[in-house]
Each structure stands twice: as structure tokens, then as C-alpha cells.
């Protein structure tokens, strides 16, 4: 499973011109899951993600995780992540998960992500999602199982 997280002070996710999730505070976190990924995986990315420290401290130091400062998180599914664009010009989607795999592994890493305290919103998995934030830095982390 690959997490991009991105530090941001807002964040949402608009379907069909609907919005379905929004937070304040904390990180958008886009998943892909990969073929392979195992629950005991996926529950310690989820974990790190809630204790990454790279939230500011009194001092504005990177320092504090988003349990730490009482964040949210967006949590989106973006199968584009585990893209390969080593030859040609058409990115290769094979190192993604098929579709209920993903599913699976997406749905397992929002579970795991509230069962450590952090408040998800999420978007919708498989949709064509519009998606904005206000990115706090920029900070963005990438992470892999």
C-alpha cells in the first residue's frame, strides 16, 4: 500500500458536483492499495500515519503527529499512485491492486485509521472525485508498506 499525505489547513472532496467530505486541520491522505497488501500491512500504515510527527509545535517545529494536535483526516483512494512511467509515455497500473482488492485494502485502511483515534472523513471509491485542499507548508510524505 502506498500513502501520499499532504498537511493541509482544509481539504474536500466533491462527486458530480455534490460535496461528500470535508475536513479542517490534518492531512489528505491519498491510498492505493497493491496486490499483496496484508491487513497486519495496512494497519501499520494506518498507524503511522496517525503518529507521523510532522505537525507544528509551539515553537512551529515539525514535532507533533495529527493525534497529537486533534487533526482530521481526508482519506481518498488514488489507484494512479503505484503508476509506473519508467518506459514509454502511458503510465502502467499493474503495480495497483484490481479493483475489489483496492476496494478491500481501502476500506481496511479507514477502519484502521479511526481504530487510532483519528477523525475520517472519506471519499468515494471508484468515482470520478474533484478534490481541493489548502495545503499547510506545503508538507507532503510519501509512504510505503
Request: proline residues 5%; charged residues 20%; negative net charge.
Amino acid at each position: 500500500m502506498i500513502a501520499l499525505v499532504q498537511r493541509v489547513k482544509e481539504a474536500g472532496v466533491q462527486v458530480e458536483g455534490q460535496s461528500v467530505a470535508a475536513i479542517g486541520a490534518g492531512f489528505l491522505v491519498f491510498v492505493c492499495a497493491q496486490p499483496g497488501d496484508t491487513p497486519e500491512a495496512i494497519d501499520t500504515l494506518a498507524g503511522k500515519v496517525a503518529r507521523l510527527r510532522v505537525c507544528s509545535d509551539e515553537s512551529g517545529r515539525m514535532n507533533k503527529s495529527l493525534l497529537d494536535v486533534g487533526g482530521e483526516a481526508l482519506v481518498v483512494s488514488q489507484f494512479t499512485l503505484a503508476a509506473d512511467t519508467r518506459s514509454g509515455n502511458r503510465p502502467s497500473f499493474s503495480n495497483a491492486a484490481p479493483p475489489e482488492e483496492g476496494r478491500r485494502g481501502y476500506e481496511r485502511f479507514v477502519e484502521a485509521l479511526k481504530a487510532q483515534g483519528v477523525p475520517v472523513q472519506t471519499g468515494i471509491f471508484g468515482a470520478d472525485m474533484q478534490v481541493s485542499l489548502i495545503n499547510d507548508g506545503p508538507a507532503t510524505f510519501w509512504l510505503t508498506r
